[in-house]
C-alpha cells in the first residue's frame, strides 16, 4: 500500500474499493471504512458481487468479471472529459499522460456500458464522486490483480490515481490489500525471483556483487523461475529438486490437475510445514515447522507494517521454528554465515542489507510496537505514506492500456463465470482454519454461490447439490442461491481441498507478473442428487 | 392394628415422626425421631402392675384417647387395643421427670425393670424404596361453629366425645351420662357441622351422615332417649347403608331436614327451662321449629392435618384446593402422586369412610409393592439429560426444576433421569443449550416449526 | 394490508400438552371454528418455549407467533408457566425494541376445559396479525 | 502457577491486527485484543479471535517423515537433513544450481524468508525462489 | 491513584498468592498476574480488560489458590453476577477497588463508576444515560426495524461481544447452535444472532459497555442491552451486579421472585 491503513479512517473523503470483498478478505480494513464512513467519507464499491462492504457504499457497481480495464478508462475518460483531473499533479509529476489520454478517449461511457454492463450515467456519477473528493484513496486486492491482464488492471489503478493527484498525500494512494499476514515481508525479503531483500534486482551486478561479498557467495544475474514454471518445470524434469516451505500448491495452484500431475513426477520434493498439507503428502521428505506462537520473528502488514511475532509456547514433539531449520540445513551443507542465536541477530543482518530495513530493530519494535518501511536509519521514524513531493522513479508514469477480453469467457457449453475467492471464516488452503473448530463449524464444507435466475434455469431445489464444469474438470458442491452476485456470474470459495475451485480455474497467466487468471473463466452447472435434506434455512 | 404390630415383615415404629426425607423413588433415606416412651418395649411385657404401683393412686389426669371425658395417671396405656401393649409415662406429669423426686413405684413394681427414665429421644436413618403417606385427618374444630354452642353449653359434645359415651370401654362403660351426671331424655344430633358450608368448609365430609345414625342407633339403645336428627342431604351410599337408615326410621328417630340455626339455652316456651333449644327450619313442612334437647351431638366434618404443610414439603406433595394431598390423577390415579414412588392411602387425600379408606390403602400398599418388587422402573423417555461438556454449572437451571431433579456433581448440573417428569422447563432456561430435552430437543422443535412454515 | 388482498397470515402456536393442547383438541372434538393459520407446535410445558425458539420462528416465516399454556397455579409441573409468565414479557419489549412490532407475539393461557376461551384467543391474534401485514420479508431479507 | 500474556501477530490476512495470546501454565487459553494497536485497536475479527484454534491440533506435525517404499515413515532430525544435503548437493554438482527450486511462504516470518532467500542464493546459488504472492 | 492502587496491591500480595491486574509489556498493556517479586511499577489502570474473567480461568485452573483483582465499578459487578453463577469463588478473592474519573463516567454513561468500597480515587458523579437510548427508544417501530437492520448488517460475526463479555462464559454458546443461527452467514441471520445475547444478557448485562468498545462495525449493542436492564428492573425488580445474594429471578417461581407488574 502506498499509503497506510489509518488514513483510510482519519484521512480519506472518499474511498473507491474495487476487486476487494473488504468485509471478509480484510475485516479491521473494512472496520476502519465503516468508520470513516460515519465521519462522512464517501465510499464506491465496484464488485460483480453484492458483498458486504457495498451495504455500506454510496455507490455499488457491479460490472462483468474481466472488464476491470474498460470501467478504469471510462471512469478516466469522465474525469478527463469534465475537466476534473489534476492538471497541476499531471504537470509536475506525471509522464507520457498524452499517450494515456489518447487511448482512454475512447472509452466512452456507453462503450464501456456496452463492454462491462455498467450503466453510463452510474460511471459518471461514479467518476465524479471519486474526483471530487480528495483525498480520495483506492483500495483493491486479488480482484483487480488475478487476471491475465492484471498487471494493465493495476496500471489503470495507478493512472486514475496519478490522473487526480491522488498520490504522495494522507488518506490517497494505490492501496492494494496483501492477502496474508506475511506475503508483504516475503517479497520484501527477497522471496521473489528477480529480486534480492529491498527489491534490489538480481540483474544488477553492483546488487549482484554486493550480496557476493555479504555472504560470500551468491547465483548468476538472471531472474530464477517463478512457482508455476516450477511446479511445470519438476513435471517436464528440467527442475530435479524442489524444496517447499509452508506453501501448499496442490491446492492454491491453479489448474489442479495440472499440478498433481507434476509434481508426482518430481524427482526429489521438500515440504517443511506444519501439517501434512496436500502438497506434503506427495513428498519425499517432511519437516515439521513451527507455527508463530512457537517461535520469535517479524511480519510485514500489507501497509508496510513491521510487528512483532513472539514465541508463547513450544512446538509439539520434535517440530523446530522453521529458521533453525534452514540454518541447520545450510550448516550441514557446509555453508558459513547461518550460525545464529535467535531471530534478532537475523534481523539486524537484514537491516544491514537491506536500505528500507535499516533502521529496524527489535529494540525499536519493542518500544515503538511497529515500524512503516521505509526506515532506513536507527533515528529514522518510519515513512506511513509514499511518494510523497517525490516519486522513487523520479516522474510518475502513465500507462496508455487497452482493454483485453479475459483468457476464457463464457460461450454456449460454458455459459457461466466462474470467479474465486475468499470467505471470512477461512483462511487459504484451509490447512489452518479448517483445523480450527471455531471456525470449522461456520463452513464446514465448500459451497457455489448462484443467482436465482441461474438456480432457476437449471431446475435447481433446495437441499439439492450441483456439480460445475470447466474445460479443466468438475466439482460438486453445495448451493448457496442468493440475489447478491450478477446474473451469469457463480462464485466459488478456493479454500476446501475436496471442491477446490482451482480444478475448474485455468492456468492462462499474466504475461508480466505470471499471475494467474482466477478471477474469470467459463463453467456448466447441473444439479445432482439430493443430499440429506440439511436444514438450510430460508436462504 | 394387632396384626401389622405382629407382622414379621412389618417393623411398627411408635412414638416417631419422619424428619427429614431424601433421595428418589426406590432409593429414598428417612430421617426418623422417636420420642422416649420411658418403658422400654423389648422388656416390658405389659402387665400394667405399674400402673397400679405409681405414686398417683387415683387417675388425675384428661384421657386424650377419650376426648378428656375420662382419666388416667401419667404412666398409663393410651387405649385398650394399644399396640404395642406397653404402657408409656407422660413426662409432663410424671413427678419423677418433671422434678425428679418421686419414689418410682412403678420401677420397683417392674420385676423386669422395664422402667427407664433415662432414655433419649432416638433419631435414625431409614433406607426405603417406597413411602406411602397415610397421615389421615382432623375433625373440624366445633369452635368454629360458634352458634351451635360447643364449649358455652356443657351437654354439647362432638360425635368424638357421643362416640366414647356409648363405648363400652369409655369412661362411662357405656352409659349416656353428661357431664352434669343426668341421663338425656332428648338428643339432638346435627349433621354438617363444619361441611358443605362456606364459612368453614366447602365439601362435604362423606361420612358424618352414616356415623350420625349410628350414634342415634346406640345412644337410643343405651340411653332410650327419643333422638332428633338434623340433615340436609341424608347421604347414605354405601352397602346396607339405606337398610340401616330404614332401620332407625322405623325405630322412631325423628329426622329433620334442615340446617340447625343455632343453639341456646333461652327457655321461652313452657317445658323449655333446662334444657337445649335447637332452632331450625324445617324444610319439609316450611316452618322454623324449636326443638328443646337434653344434649346436643355435633357431626364434626373431616379436614386435612394442621401439619399438612410441612408434610407436603418434606415429601414433595402437591396439594389440592382442600388442603388434602393431590393424588396424581383424581379419577385414574388415586393413590398415586406427582413424586414416583410417594403413594397416599386413606383420609390424607381425601374424606372417605372405614371400608373406602381400607380399599384406598390397599390399592396404595399394591402399588407400592409392584414398584417394589419390580426392582427397576420405566421412566418417561422425554427426561431432560445434561451434556456435561457443554455445562459450565452456572446453576441456572436448578431452582427451575419442581421435582428438584437437577443437582450440582462435581461443578456440573445433572438431571437425575428417575425424579424428571420432562416439563423441559430447565431445557429453556439454559442459556448454552447443555441440557437436552429428550424427544423435545431444540433440532426437533425447529424441524416442527420449519414444516408448518413451509 | 386488509383480508382482501390475500394474505394468509402464518401464525406458529406453541401449545402446552396438558392444557391448550388438550383445550384445542376439544374445541375440535366439540365442531368449534378456529383459525387455519394457527400452526401448532406441541412442547410437554410452555416452560419449554426459550426465548431462541420464538425468535427462530419469527426467522423461519412466521408473521405471529402464540405462546400457549396452563394458568399460572394449573400447571400439570407446578411451576413451569412461571418461567414463561417472566421469559415472555421481556422478549416481546425485546422484539418492539430491534422493530418486530411486539403485538406480533402474544402469551395466552388456555385450560383443557376452555375450548370456547381457545377458539376466541386465537382467531383474536388472527385477525390482529392479518391487519398488521407479513413480516416474513422484512426479517429475512 | 505462571500466567502470561504474550504480545504476538495475527498469521491471517494482512491487516496486522496484534494480539495477547494467554497461557496459565504454558497451555494456551485465551485470546486479548491488543487495544493499542493503530489498525484492530482492540477489535478482532472471528479468524484473530481463534487465531490459536489449530495450535494444538492433533495432526500437527511432530516427526521428520521420509519417504521409505513409498510410505512417509517418521525418522530422526538428522537422518532427513543429512538425506535433504546428500540429495541437494548431488544434483547440484550433477546438474546446477537452477536445477533447483525453492518455495518460501508468506506465513513465515521476514527473519525466515530471508533466510530462506539466503540459502537458495547463497548456499545452492539459484534465484529459483517464489512464493504464493502471485497465486 | 495509580501509586495508591499499587501500594495496596503490594500489601494484599501478603494475604494472596498473586493479584491479577493489567501490565504494560511488549509495547501494550494487557492482563497480567502480579505474583510476589514482580515489578509493581508495571502495573497500569487502563485501556480497560474483563479482568474478572480472567481471575475466573485462575479461580478454575488452581482450585487452591486466593486472588486479589484490582477492579473497577463493572469489575466488581460483573465479579456479582459471576460469583452467583459458580464461576469465582468469593471465598478466594479480594478486591481491591478503584473509582473511574468523571470523564471515564461520562464516556461510558455509567449510572455507578465506582465499586462499592474503593481503595483509591473518589467516585465521581454518574454518567449521564446513553442518549441513544432515548432516541431509538422514541422511534417509530418502522425507522426501528430499519435502522437496526442497517447496524446489524454491517456485523461481521466475530462473536467479539461474546468473547469479551464477562458474564458470557458459556462453555457452548447458543449463538453457534445450528439450530437457532444458521451458521456461515455474513451478516448473521436477523433477528435470531443478535436477539439471543440480547435475552441472556436481561439477567446479567453490568453495562461494562466492553462489548460496544470490541465490536468492529460499531454497532451500538449496549443501547439493546440497557433498555433490557431497565426491563428486567421495571418487571422483575432485579440489577444485575447489584447484590451477590439476590438470585437471578428468571429461574425462580411467582411465589420466589413475582412480576412487578
Known amino acids: 500500500m502506498t499509503n497506510s491503513i489509518p488514513e483510510l479512517e482519519t484521512d480519506s473523503r472518499c474511498i473507491l474499493i474495487m476487486g476487494s470483498n473488504t468485509s471478509e478478505g480484510h475485516p479491521l480494513i473494512a472496520s476502519r471504512i465503516v468508520k470513516a464512513k460515519e465521519r462522512g467519507a464517501r465510499v464506491i464499491v465496484i464488485d460483480p458481487r453484492d458483498i458486504q462492504i457495498a451495504r455500506l457504499a454510496d455507490m455499488y457497481i457491479p460490472f462483468r468479471p474481466g472488464a476491470d480495464v474498460a470501467v478504469l478508462n471510462g471512469l478516466m475518460n469522465v474525469i478527463i472529459s469534465e475537466g476534473l483531473e489534476d492538471k497541476e499533479f499531471i504537470a509536475a509529476r506525471t509522464e507520457a499522460y498524452a499517450e494515456m489520454k489518447a487511448v482512454v478517449e475512447k472509452y466512452t461511457p456507453e462503450r464501456v456500458q456496452e463492454i462491462s454492463g455498467v450503466p453510463a450515467d452510474m460511471l459518471r456519477e461514479a467518476a465524479r464522486l471519486y474526483a471530487r473528493n480528495k483525498p480520495a484513496a483506492i483500495v483493491y486486492a486479488m480482484g483487480i490483480t488475478q487476471h491475465t491482464t492484471g498487471v494493465d488492471n493495476v496500471k489503470s489503478i495507478a493512472n486514475l490515481a496519478m490522473l487526480t493527484g491522488n498520490l504522495g498525500i494522507a488518506g490517497a494512494g494505490v492501496n492494494p490489500l496483501r492477502g496474508q499476514n506475511n506475503v508483504q515481508g516475503a517479497c520484501d525479503m527477497g522471496g521473489l525471483p528477480n529480486v534480492y531483500p529491498g527489491y534490489q534486482a538480481v540483474t544488477s551486478p553492483d546488487a549482484q556483487k554486493k550480496f557476493q561479498d555479504a555472504w560470500g557467495g551468491t547465483a548468476d544475474t538472471v531472474v530464477g523461475l517463478t512457482v508455476m514454471e516450477m511446479v511445470n518445470g519438476v513435471g517436464d524434469g528440467t527442475l530435479r529438486a524442489l524444496y517447499v516451505m509452508g506453501e501448499n500448491p496442490m491446492v492454491a495452484d491453479p489448474d489442479l490437475h495440472h499440478a498433481r500431475h507434476c509434481l508426482e513426477k518430481a524427482e526429489f520434493l521438500v515440504v517443511q510445514d506444519i501439517f501434512l498439507t496436500e502438497t506434503a503428502q506427495l513428498a519425499h521428505v517432511v519437516l515439521p515447522g513451527g507455527a508463530f506462537v512457537e517461535k520469535d520473528g517479524t511480519f510485514t502488514g500489507t501497509d508496510r507494517r513491521v510487528q512483532r511475532v513472539r514465541k508463547v509456547v513450544n512446538p509439539p514433539g520434535n517440530a523446530m521454528a522453521d529458521w533453525e531449520i534452514t540454518c541447520r540445513l545450510a550448516q550441514r551443507l557446509g555453508a558459513g554465515g547461518f550460525d545464529f542465536a535467535s531471530p534478532k541477530e537475523v534481523m539486524e543482518e537484514i537491516a544491514r542489507l537491506t536500505p528500507s530495513y535499516g533502521g529496524i530493530s527489535y529494540e525499536r519494535l519493542e518500544e515503538l510496537g511497529f515500524l512503516h518501511w521505509p526506515c532506513p536509519a536507527a533515528d529514522h521514524p518510519g515513512t506511513p505514506y509514499l511518494h510523497k513531493g517525490k516519486f522513487s522513479r523520479g516522474q510518475g508514469q502513465f500507462h496508455a492500456v487497452e482493454f483485453k477480453e479475459p483468457a476464457e469467457s463464457p460461450d454456449q457449453d460454458y455459459p457461466l463465470t466462474l470467479t474465486t475467492g475468499r470467505l471470512m471464516f477461512h483462511f487459504h488452503t484451509g490447512s489452518m482454519t479448517r483445523r480450527s473448530e471455531k471456525l470449522h463449524q461456520e463452513v464446514p464444507e465448500a459451497y457455489v454461490e448462484i443467482h436465482p435466475d441461474d438456480a432457476a434455469r437449471i431446475s435447481f431445489k433446495r437441499g439439492q447439490r450441483v456439480r460445475v464444469h470447466s474445460r479443466r474438470g468438475q466439482i460438486e458442491l453445495d448451493v448457496r442461491v442468493t440475489k447478491r452476485i450478477k446474473p451469469g456470474v457463480v462464485f466459488i470459495p478456493f479454500h476446501f481441498a475436496e471442491a477446490a475451485a482451482n480444478v475448474l480455474t485455468h492456468a492462462a497467466i499474466d504475461p508480466t507478473a505470471k499471475i494467474p487468471e482466477y478471477k474469470v473463466c467459463a463453467v456448466k452447472m447441473e444439479t445432482i442428487g439430493v443430499k440429506e435434506a440439511k436444514s438450510q434455512g430460508p436462504s | 392394628m394387632m396384626d401389622a404390630g405382629r407382622h414379621p415383615r412389618i417393623k411398627l415404629m411408635t412414638c416417631s415422626e419422619v424428619v427429614a426425607v431424601s433421595g428418589y423413588m426406590g432409593n429414598y433415606r428417612a430421617t426418623i425421631r422417636t420420642k422416649p416412651r420411658y418403658i422400654r418395649e423389648d422388656l416390658c411385657v405389659g402387665c400394667l402392675q405399674c400402673i397400679d404401683a405409681c405414686v398417683f393412686k387415683k387417675p388425675r389426669f384428661p384421657d386424650e384417647f377419650n376426648m378428656g371425658l375420662g382419666l388416667r395417671k401419667p404412666v398409663y396405656l393410651p387405649f385398650p387395643q394399644a399396640t404395642p401393649q406397653v404402657p408409656l409415662i407422660d413426662p409432663e406429669n410424671c413427678l419423677q421427670l418433671k422434678t425428679g423426686k418421686c419414689k418410682q413405684g412403678c420401677a420397683e413394681k417392674c420385676e423386669r425393670k422395664a422402667v427407664d427414665f433415662e432414655q433419649k429421644e432416638k433419631i435414625q436413618e431409614v433406607q426405603v424404596g417406597t413411602i406411602i403417606v397415610a397421615t389421615g385427618f382432623k375433625t373440624v374444630d366445633p369452635h368454629k361453629v360458634p352458634y351451635y354452642g360447643y364449649g358455652k353449653y356443657p351437654n354439647v359434645y362432638t360425635a368424638l366425645e357421643a362416640e366414647r359415651l356409648v363405648s363400652a370401654s369409655g369412661p362411662t362403660e357405656g352409659e349416656v351420662i353428661l357431664r352434669d351426671g343426668r341421663k338425656p331424655e332428648t338428643v339432638g344430633i346435627i349433621h354438617c357441622v363444619g361441611s358443605r358450608d362456606e364459612k368453614t368448609n366447602r365439601w362435604c365430609s362423606r361420612v358424618c351422615c352414616m356415623y350420625s345414625l349410628k350414634l342415634a342407633h346406640l345412644i337410643r339403645e343405651h340411653s332410650g332417649a327419643k333422638i332428633y336428627n338434623f340433615y340436609i342431604d341424608m347421604r347414605t351410599p354405601g352397602k346396607g347403608y339405606e337398610e340401616f337408615y330404614n332401620k332407625l326410621l322405623e325405630e322412631g328417630v325423628q329426622f329433620i331436614r334442615g340446617r340447625v340455626a343455632e343453639v341456646t339455652d333461652w327457655a321461652v316456651k313452657p317445658g323449655e327451662e333446662g334444657k337445649l333449644i335447637l332452632r331450625v327450619e324445617d324444610t319439609m313442612i316450611g316452618q322454623v321449629r324449636r326443638i328443646p334437647v337434653d344434649m346436643v351431638v355435633l357431626s364434626t366434618g373431616l379436614e386435612s392435618q394442621p401439619d399438612a404443610a410441612k408434610v407436603s414439603a418434606l415429601f414433595g406433595l402437591s396439594r389440592s384446593a382442600d388442603g388434602f394431598f393431590a393424588e396424581a390423577h383424581p379419577k385414574l390415579r388415586p393413590v398415586e402422586t406427582n413424586t414416583d414412588g410417594v403413594f397416599l392411602a386413606g383420609c390424607a387425600q381425601g374424606p372417605r369412610d372405614v371400608p373406602d379408606a381400607v380399599a384406598h390403602a390397599g390399592a396404595a400398599a399394591s402399588m407400592a409393592i409392584a414398584l417394589l418388587n419390580k426392582g427397576e422402573v420405566t421412566i418417561a423417555p422425554t427426561t431432560a439429560k445434561v451434556v456435561r461438556e457443554k455445562c459450565v454449572g452456572c446453576g441456572d437451571c436448578l431452582p427451575v426444576c419442581p421435582y428438584t431433579a437437577i443437582s450440582r456433581v462435581e461443578g456440573k448440573a445433572e438431571v437425575n433421569a428417575a425424579l424428571c417428569k420432562g416439563c423441559g422447563t430447565c431445557v429453556a432456561t439454559c442459556p448454552s443449550g447443555a441440557i437436552e430435552g429428550l424427544h423435545f430437543t431444540d433440532e426437533q422443535l425447529v424441524a416442527q416449526i420449519e414444516g408448518v412454515l413451509t | ?141 | 502457577m505462571e500466567y502470561q500474556n504474550t504480545l504476538t501477530t495475527c498469521i491471517y490476512c494482512g491487516c496486522g491486527c496484534s494480539m495477547y495470546v494467554e497461557t496459565i501454565d504454558g497451555r494456551i487459553t485465551g485470546v486479548w485484543p491488543d487495544k493499542t494497536n493503530q489498525i484492530s485497536g482492540g477489535r478482532l475479527c472471528i479468524k484473530g479471535w481463534n487465531v490459536t484454534g489449530f495450535v494444538g491440533h492433533p495432526d500437527r506435525l511432530k516427526n521428520p517423515l521420509l519417504r521409505k517404499e513409498g510410505k512417509l515413515v517418521e525418522v530422526t532430525w538428522d537422518e532427513a537433513l543429512s538425506q535433504v544435503a546428500e540429495k541437494l548437493s548431488g544434483i547440484k554438482r550433477e546438474s546446477g544450481a537452477d536445477s533447483i527450486g525453492l518455495m518460501t511462504s508468506a506465513k513465515c516470518t521476514n527473519e525466515e524468508n530471508y533466510l530462506m532467500n539466503k540459502f537458495a542464493r547463497a548456499v545452492l546459488g539459484t534465484n529459483n525462489i517464489d512464493h504464493c504472492a502471485r497465486l | 491513584m495509580i501509586a495508591a492502587i499499587r501500594e495496596a496491591v503490594a500489601e494484599r500480595l501478603g494475604s494472596c498468592d498473586g493479584v491479577v491486574a493489567l501490565r504494560r509489556r511488549n509495547g501494550g498493556v494487557a492482563p497480567h498476574l502480579f505474583q510476589k517479586g514482580d515489578e509493581l511499577a508495571e502495573m497500569e489502570l487502563s485501556p480497560r480488560y474483563p479482568l474478572m474473567t480472567v481471575v475466573s480461568r485462575l479461580h478454575k485452573a488452581f482450585p487452591a489458590i486466593r486472588l486479589g483483582v484490582v477492579a473497577r465499578g463493572c469489575d466488581e459487578r460483573a465479579y456479582v453476577e459471576m460469583a452467583k453463577r459458580n464461576q469465582i469463588d468469593p471465598t478466594r478473592l479480594e478486591i481491591i477497588g478503584f473509582a473511574c474519573t468523571a470523564e471515564e463516567a461520562q464516556a461510558c454513561y455509567c449510572r455507578e463508576p465506582s465499586p462499592k468500597h474503593p481503595v483509591a480515587g473518589t467516585p465521581p458523579a454518574p454518567g449521564p444515560p446513553n442518549p441513544l437510548v432515548a432516541k431509538y427508544d422514541s422511534l417509530p417501530l418502522e425507522e426501528r426495524r430499519s435502522f437496526w437492520k442497517k447496524q446489524f448488517s454491517k456485523c461481521i460475526k466475530c462473536y467479539g461481544c461474546r468473547n469479551i463479555c464477562p458474564e458470557c462464559f458459556c462453555e457452548a454458546c447458543a449463538m453457534e447452535d445450528m439450530a437457532w443461527v444458521e451458521p456461515g452467514l455474513l451478516a448473521p441471520p436477523f433477528p435470531t444472532f443478535h436477539l439471543i445475547r440480547a435475552m441472556h444478557m436481561a439477567s446479567r448485562c453490568v453495562a461494562c459497555r466492553e462489548c460496544e468498545h470490541t465490536c468492529p462495525a460499531y454497532i451500538p449493542l449496549t443501547v439493546l442491552y440497557d433498555l433490557m436492564r431497565r426491563d428486567i428492573a421495571d418487571l422483575l425488580g432485579y440489577i444485575p451486579g447489584a447484590d451477590i445474594e439476590a438470585q437471578q429471578p428468571l429461574s425462580l417461581s411467582l411465589e420466589q421472585a413475582p412480576l412487578k407488574k
Open chain 3, 1 to 141: 394490508m386488509s383480508v382482501e388482498s390475500g394474505f394468509d397470515p402464518k401464525i406458529v402456536a406453541f401449545m402446552c400438552n396438558w392444557c391448550t393442547y388438550a383445550g384445542a383438541d376439544n374445541a375440535g372434538v366439540a365442531r368449534m371454528e378456529s383459525p387455519h393459520n394457527i400452526l401448532a407446535v406441541r412442547v410437554m410445558c410452555s416452560g419449554r418455549v426459550s426465548p431462541e425458539m420464538v425468535i427462530r420462528a419469527f426467522r423461519s416465516g412466521a408473521d405471529g407467533v402464540l405462546v400457549m399454556g396452563c394458568h399460572i397455579g394449573d400447571c400439570h409441573y407446578a411451576a413451569g408457566n412461571h418461567r414463561t409468565a417472566k421469559r415472555m414479557p421481556l422478549l416481546r419489549n425485546l422484539l418492539g425494541y430491534v422493530g418486530i412490532n411486539p403485538e406480533r407475539m402474544e402469551l395466552a393461557w388456555v385450560s383443557a376445559g376452555e375450548a370456547p376461551r381457545f377458539v376466541e384467543v386465537t382467531q383474536a391474534f388472527t385477525k390482529k396479525i392479518r391487519n398488521l401485514g407479513p413480516l416474513a420479508q422484512e426479517v429475512t431479507e
